[in-house]
């Protein structure tokens, strides 16, 4: 331990211009940050939560009001701090915070003007203002006691308690815009509709059983389930719990595009798209905060799509997995890696199945096995594909080449042609490099080279030279694939 009496001492305080600047280079999406204020609405304990803007051009505004517990005046230049709370502090087992930076970072992220008015019960309403501005020019940390709009106050006086966080001067959002613009208000419209599906993500677990309710521009936000529980189709797999029970993990494979009808699959793709939408998604007290991502355990891939696989983890492990400023990322432990491959490896195998069959052929009626035409089997550590002799066809086609050997010959390479089991080719291919297997590899070649023999001796025989011989039959697939028997054939 240092003896810290022996040292001098200098203070070092931070400076207050760069360092409010620096908390805009976060990097938070509008969405997120949007996720971020009404976290701490939710940890506020708000039933309801408005999310609303006035499109004014460049003078947007756009504010998030919750019916939460509200602050008094201590309480809000508190909340106000940069740091307000220690991120090693233990934290109530329903609070989205951690870092005590959430709201004035995410803030900042787009705005450079940050005003929170709030009222506690009994309490009369109390607000302040963070102005970049004001701070660059001044260089202090303080606040400015200004509201950019009256109705602010007169709204947050018709709730007993709870919170407006307003942000103006949305620089990252809305800078140069004019207000007359229909091109810039369709893109600011359109910026918001993807907050909404963002936030209906986000929090779907806290609006699907009603403890919270999320209005955007006072139109009810409905949640959106990752995972299609209440499709017949949907299959679940059972949890498994992790790190001594604090972690669960619930697999799910969701239907075939054909098992559901149109409009719920569009419903299914998430903000991000079907194959992006794919992976784990973390929930931190129920808040999601890692929508479709393999952890860099697997890559996405468009065959695995179906598989969405829950992950619950509690604020009290968020040290252990890393959890981000932004409440973006989010990295499981070492120890738990493994684990989660293996769980997720299943799921990912019941998906490509459902990706690949379900949607091709009816399901097979009860009490009556399917039969395949193409076989998926191994040679070594190499796929081959066979076209199974008992098949039906097959057996029809032999038992007319007796009487008509062309017109069977002819009909089963039409089979052949019209069922090569692309799909299945491309899913062994895109899963792991080198998959496929070529041909005759790790078999009797012998075949392969009875045939070369035979041409080159029918060429030889009609008065071909050896090299125009060799050179006729190397331009024929497969044999160009042989050159090593030229060697023997002659
Ligand atoms: N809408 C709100 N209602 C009540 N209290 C709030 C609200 N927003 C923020 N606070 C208070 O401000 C504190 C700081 O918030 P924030 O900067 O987001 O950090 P964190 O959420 O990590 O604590 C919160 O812990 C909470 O005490
Ligand atoms: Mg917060």
């Not at 007993?160 to 990252?172: A, E, L, P, Y």
């Not at 499709?231 to 969701?254: H, R």
């Not at 409440?327 to 490896?345: H, I, M, W």
């Amino acid at each position: 331990m240092i003896d810290y009496s022996k040292y001098d001492t200098t203070p070092a305080v931070p400076e207050a211009s760069s360092m409010i600047e620096t908390f805009r280079a976060i990097g938070y999406s509008i969405e997120a940050a949007v996720a971020d204020i009404i976290d701490n609405s939710i940890s506020a304990g708000a039933k309801n939560i408005w999310v609303s803007f006035d499109w004014l051009g460049s003078q947007t505004w756009l504010s998030v009001k919750d019916d939460g517990c509200g602050m008094n005046n201590n309480e809000l230049v508190q909340a106000m701090r940069p740091g307000s709370k220690n991120p090693l502090d233990d934290r109530s087992i329903k609070d989205l915070g951690r870092f005590g930076l959430g709201l004035k970072t995410a803030s900042f992220s787009q705005c450079r003007k940050l005003s929170v008015i709030s009222k506690k019960d009994n309490f009369k309403a109390v607000y302040w203002t963070w102005d970049l501005d004001f701070v660059n020019e001044t260089g202090k940390w303080e606040l400015i006691r200004y509201l950019p709009e009256n109705k602010f106050g007169t709204e947050i006086d018709k709730l007993n308690s709870g919170t407006i966080v307003i942000w103006n001067d949305i620089d990252r959002l809305v800078k140069n815009f004019h207000s007359e613009d229909k091109k810039a208000l369709e893109k600011f419209l359109l910026i918001m509709e993807q907050v909404k599906k963002h936030l209906a993500m986000v929090f779907h677990r806290f609006l699907e059983n009603g403890k919270v309710k999320i209005y955007l521009q006072d139109r009810l936000v409905e949640a959106w389930n990752p995972f299609l529980i209440h499709e017949s189709a949907t299959q679940g797999f059972p949890d498994e719990p992790l790190q001594n029970g604090k972690v669960t993990v619930k697999g799910y494979v969701l239907p075939h595009r054909s098992k559901i009808s149109e409009e719920k699959y569009k419903n299914a793709e998430g903000p991000k798209g079907w194959n992006e939408q794919q992976g784990f998604y973390i929930y931190r007290n129920e808040r999601l905060l890692l929508a479709g991502d393999w952890l860099g355990l697997f890559r996405k891939e468009e065959h695995y799509k179906l598989a969405r696989i829950q992950v619950d983890i509690p604020n009290s492990l968020d040290a252990e997995w890393q959890i981000d400023i932004k409440k973006s990322v989010a990295r499981p432990p070492l120890v738990l890696r493994d684990q989660l491959k293996a769980y997720a490896g299943q799921i990912r195998n019941q998906a490509v199945e459902v990706y690949r069959h379900k949607g091709k052929s009816v399901r097979p009626l009860p009490g009556q096995k399917f039969v395949p035409l193409w076989i998926d089997h191994k040679r070594g550590d190499k796929w081959f594909y066979k076209i199974n002799r008992e098949n039906p066809i097959i057996e029809k086609i032999k038992k007319q080449a007796s009487s008509d050997p062309d017109k069977a010959v002819e009909l089963l390479i039409r089979f052949i042609e019209e069922t090569i089991p692309t799909k299945s080719i491309y899913i062994k291919e895109a899963s792991e490099e080198d998959a496929l297997g070529k041909p005759f590899e790790g078999v009797d070649q012998e075949p392969i080279r009875k045939a070369m023999k035979q041409m080159y001796d029918k060429l030889i025989g009609e008065g071909k030279s050896d090299e125009k011989a060799k050179s006729i039959i190397f331009n024929i697939e497969p044999f160009n694939l042989f050159p090593h028997f030229f060697d023997f054939i002659t």
